[in-house]
Each structure stands twice: as C-alpha cells, then as structure tokens.
Antibody, heavy 119, light 107 residues
Framework: EVQLLESGGALVQPGGSLRLSCAAS????????MSWVRQAPGKGLEWVSA????????YYADSVTGRFTISRDNSRDTLFLEMNSLRAEDTALYYC????????????WGQGTLVTVSS | DIQMTQSPSSLSAYVGDRVTITCRAS??????LSWYQQKPGKAPELLIYSASSLQSGVPSRFSGSASGTDFTLTINSLQPEDFATYSCLQSYSIPYTFGQGTKLQIK
C-alpha cells in the first residue's frame, strides 16, 4: 500500500524559511509525479506545486512562485518543499500527494504536516 | 487561471438520499476533473478521476459525469460514512485549482 509521510512542519516567524519532506514507500517513486497541496485552518484545499517523475519539470501556484521550490531525490524516495519568505497566509496543513502524471489526479495523500507562520 | 465554482457550499440530507454536487469550470478543461472526499482530521481521498472513472475501492454509489464545463458528483443511497466535505480539482491547466468544497451534513 502506498505510504506518504510528511515531516518538517513547525512554527516559524514571518520572513523565515522551512523545508518540508515527504518520504514515500511501497511504490515506484521514480515513476510518478508528485504534488504539494495545503489547507489553511478551516479552509478549502489549495494546490501548491507539482514535479514530474524525473524532477525535470516543476510547477507552482501563483501565490508561492518565487518563494517555494519543489524538488525530489529519487534515490531516497523523498519529495521536498523548500519554503522561503514565509507569510502568515502560508499557515496551513501541507499534504504531499502522488500523481500518475504531472497533469493527472492525486491518487494517494499523506496525512500532512503543519506549518504555522507567526511572530 | 481556471476558476472552479462548486455548489452548493453546504448540503443537508438523510441517510438513503441521493445527492448531487456540481463544479463549473471557467473554461474548457476537457475531462481533467477529479473529486475528493475529506473527513474531519483526515487527508482527502480520491473518489472519481477523469470526470467519471471510479477510483479502485470506492463504492459504486459514487459516480461522476460531465457536460461541457459542468461536472457532477452523485452519491446514491447516502450512507452514514458519506457525511464529509467534497472537493473537485481541475488538473488540465497550471495552476491546478480546487473548488471551494461542499460540506455534506446529516439532516
């Protein structure tokens, strides 16, 4: 069964940085695109970023372009999200999700890691 | 950006009812539309992909359909475990966008 385990969430001050990780297991990680999706407290889902299976192509929401960087290490079956210049509005539960391709649905999700941006 | 307008935002129904939830795209997205169910404190789960394909393991009372830029999720014979929040997602064009969500509550 596909397993996705996010980590790295924390309380960080505005303007700070954080790196989220998502450890994947029980599937061929290097064959699938991956995404990050976030959910602010009490709000709906917001797609944040996606990366192709090889890592050659990356995609971002307008709200994070230039501040967030998605990457992956296929040798370690791990997905990353580097977050810089964090703002209060970035406060959310961040999910990683498996895709079939970079333009497909999200067929498996992790349980999320909480990022809180506050002074 | 493609806007996904989901309706209704909330819905009350009885066990055994049939309910429909709709997402309207602001422009053509082909059939690149998926539906997710989310229960409180849990991660979303995929129900329907490519507008009408049922994800493996999802009960057959869930179905999806498409007509132009309008997409519908139908749940037949509601079960107690179906009371949750449902969201659509277009993955046709970057940035991908979710609908606002529909909270389905027990009447």
């Amino acid at each position: 069964e596909v397993q996705l385990l996010e980590s790295g969430g924390a309380l960080v001050q505005p303007g700070g940085s954080l790196r989220l990780s998502c450890a994947a297991s029980d599937f061929a990680f290097n064959n699938y695109a991956m995404s990050w999706v976030r959910q602010a407290p009490g709000k709906g889902l917001e797609w944040v970023s996606a990366i192709s299976s090889s890592g050659d192509s990356t995609y971002y929401a307008d709200s994070v372009t230039g501040r967030f960087t998605i990457s992956r290490d296929n040798s370690r079956d791990t997905l990353f999200l580097e977050m810089n210049s964090l703002r209060a509005e970035d406060t959310a539960l961040y999910y990683c999700a498996k895709m079939v391709t970079a333009t497909s649905h999200l067929d498996h999700w992790g349980q999320g890691t909480l990022v809180t941006v506050s002074s | 950006d493609i806007q996904m307008t989901q309706s209704p935002s909330s819905l009350s129904a009885y066990v055994g009812d049939r309910v429909t939830i709709t997402c309207r795209a602001s422009q053509s997205i082909s059939r690149s539309l998926s539906w997710y169910q989310q229960k409180p404190g849990k991660a979303p789960e995929l129900l329907i992909y490519s507008a009408s394909s049922l994800q493996s393991g999802v009960p057959s009372r869930f179905s999806g359909s498409a007509s132009g830029t309008d997409f519908t999720l139908t749940i037949n014979s509601l079960q107690p475990e179906d009371f949750a929040t449902y969201s659509c997602l277009q993955s046709y064009s970057i940035p991908y966008t979710f609908g606002q969500g529909t909270k389905l509550q027990i009447k």
